[in-house]
């Protein structure tokens, strides 16, 4: 069975959200990650690379109690609400993981009441390649119900870091990203993920892995910023040769920050082709 090689963010790319009146903050879809998401989402794009390899393609659905018309109530402010997206990536050069890359992505969020929905288009380098950062600018074409298309300029930064392994057969995975959108309601953000688990598939007694541990979570922007622990049970999806997948379950409880939706649980699965 392939494993991912790219981290399991919750949307690759960035979720920013255009700022509304005082009485209510709207989803404004920027999911990018990573996982891309990167936004890089995503996605911050790190997918399992074969050598020479040029396309590569990211899904993502983060499913999470709590969404939908729930988190964008009176006086609420939504940050990390239930989404799903896509993005196709072509390296240039010779096609290494390193490689400046230009993306598409697509996003949109669940049960929002304004259906919002968004389309990216953008450029991915690396200005160092032996520093683990990208850089991401795009151009993000965003929809709703209740509002006019309109573009959005954006840059981010996305780290690529690579699994650790820790003690004990503990493997971490960290990602990270920053950014700023312009255009109506501009606005900083950022998100944040930290996972560390292992391999409990022996005790359990089942054929297919499952891994268990533990997950920080963080994300903010202007008006909205949430900070999450709990934590994950990880299994792998067998999608087919050459697909790598996996689907996650947390138990996210919301310490910190003022954002919608609330502690619950969150499902995620995730694939790279």
Known sequence: MKVPTAPLIDAAPP?????????RQSADLVADVPRFVPTATSLGGRAAYSKGQRWTFDQ????RAGSGVAATAPGAASYGASQAGAIARFRLGSGKPHDSFGYVRTSLAI????NDRELAVGLGLRPMRRVPLRVMAE???????????????????????????????????????????????????FDAQAVVDRSVTDVVGVKREVRL?????????????????????????????????????????????????????????????
């Open 15 to 23: 979720a920013t959200r255009e700022v509304g009146p005082p009485h």
């Open 111 to 114: 049960d929002a009441p304004d």
């Open 60 to 63: 993502w659905l983060l499913m």
């Open 213 to 273: 541990g533990a997950g920080v979570w963080a994300g903010g922007q202007k008006g909205a910023v949430r900070l999450d622990v709990g934590p994950r049970v990880t299994l792998p999806l067998d999608l087919g040769d050459g697909v790598a997948s996996r689907i996650a379950l947390d138990w996210r409880l919301r310490v910190a920050g003022n954002a919608n939706p609330a502690s619950g649980p969150a499902l995620t699965v995730a694939s790279s082709f």
């Open 139 to 189: 151009v993000r074409v965003y929809d709703s119900s209740n509002s006019q298309m309109r573009l959005r300029p954006v840059v981010t930064v996305v780290t690529e870091l690579p699994w650790q392994n820790l003690p004990a057969g503990f493997l971490a995975e960290v990602y990270g990203q920053a950014g700023y959108a312009g255009g109506v309601g501009p606005t900083a953000f």
